[in-house]
């Protein structure tokens, strides 16, 4: 069987980190996909609470078994070269919703969206951020309706403590991926409590 090519994209939630690396451990684990590890630069480069970017990055290319791609211009022949299948951004900030939804391409996970979805190619997004249902709601309702461009289901993530905070169900990875593949939102795209 043929591995569908997943370009498998970080950016800086760094709070759902490991529930993204679990994911995708899983998904490599399947045999299905050949995994191409991309960081933003905040990703690649910063140290926070959760862990340091060496043992994330050390992490992620130990999963994929390629090296983390992290500038703009190795991203960038993604779209020429149809390198990917699918783009996986997972997790997907806040600040990364409001570029893709505005076409802003200044860093390596966006430039790798605009190349990819340049040839009618899915792109799926893994939200998590604390201001989906106040800044972000606005990108991700553009986004929503975004030809190529898919949501992993999500709901809120703690409704008492931070009212406006939005995180994918990371166990639904595949199943959205898969639904992308077939040209479909994976429904319903809106979670109820877990």
Same mark, same amino acid.
């Given at each position: 069987?043929?591995?569908?090519?997943?370009?498998?994209? &970080?950016?800086?939630?760094?709070c759902?980190f490991?529930?993204?690396?679990?994911?995708?451990k899983?998904?490599?684990?399947?045999?299905? *996909?050949?995994?191409?590890?991309?960081?933003?630069?905040?990703? *690649?480069?910063?140290?926070?609470?959760?862990?340091?970017?060496?043992?994330?990055?050390?992490?992620?290319e130990?999963?994929?078994? $390629? $090296?983390?791609?992290?500038?703009?211009p190795? &991203?960038?022949?993604?779209?020429?070269?149809?390198?990917?299948?699918?783009?996986?951004?997972?997790?997907?900030?806040?600040?990364t919703?409001? $570029?893709l939804?505005?076409?802003?391409?200044?860093?390596?996970?966006?430039m790798?969206?605009?190349?990819?979805? %340049?040839?009618?190619r899915p &792109?799926?997004?893994?939200v998590?951020?604390?201001?989906?249902l106040?800044?972000?709601?606005?990108?991700?309702g553009?986004?929503?309706? %975004? $030809?190529? &461009?898919?949501?992993?289901?999500?709901r809120?993530?703690?409704?008492?403590?931070?009212p406006?905070?939005?995180?994918?169900?990371?166990?639904?990875l595949?199943?959205?991926? %898969?639904?992308a593949?077939?040209?479909?939102?994976?429904?319903?795209?809106?979670?109820?409590?877990?």
């Amino acid at each position: 069987m043929e591995q569908l090519r997943l370009g498998a994209a &970080v950016c800086g939630s760094f709070c759902t980190f490991e529930k993204a690396l679990a994911a995708l451990k899983e998904l490599a684990a399947t045999g299905k *996909y050949a995994l191409t590890p991309i960081f933003s630069e905040t990703a *690649y480069l910063t140290d926070s609470r959760f862990g340091d970017a060496q043992g994330f990055i050390a992490r992620m290319e130990a999963i994929c078994g $390629k $090296k983390v791609l992290h500038t703009i211009p190795e &991203v960038e022949p993604i779209g020429p070269k149809a390198l990917l299948d699918v783009l996986l951004i997972a997790p997907c900030t806040g600040n990364t919703l409001a $570029k893709l939804a505005h076409g802003v391409t200044d860093t390596a996970v966006t430039m790798a969206a605009k190349a990819h979805l %340049r040839g009618g190619r899915p &792109v799926v997004l893994a939200v998590s951020t604390n201001d989906g249902l106040s800044g972000s709601a606005e990108n991700i309702g553009s986004l929503l309706c %975004r $030809k190529n &461009v898919y949501f992993v289901p999500f709901r809120q993530d703690d409704p008492r403590k931070k009212p406006c905070s939005l995180v994918a169900d990371f166990s639904l990875l595949e199943d959205t991926i %898969r639904a992308a593949m077939a040209g479909r939102q994976l429904q319903p795209v809106l979670l109820g409590p877990e």
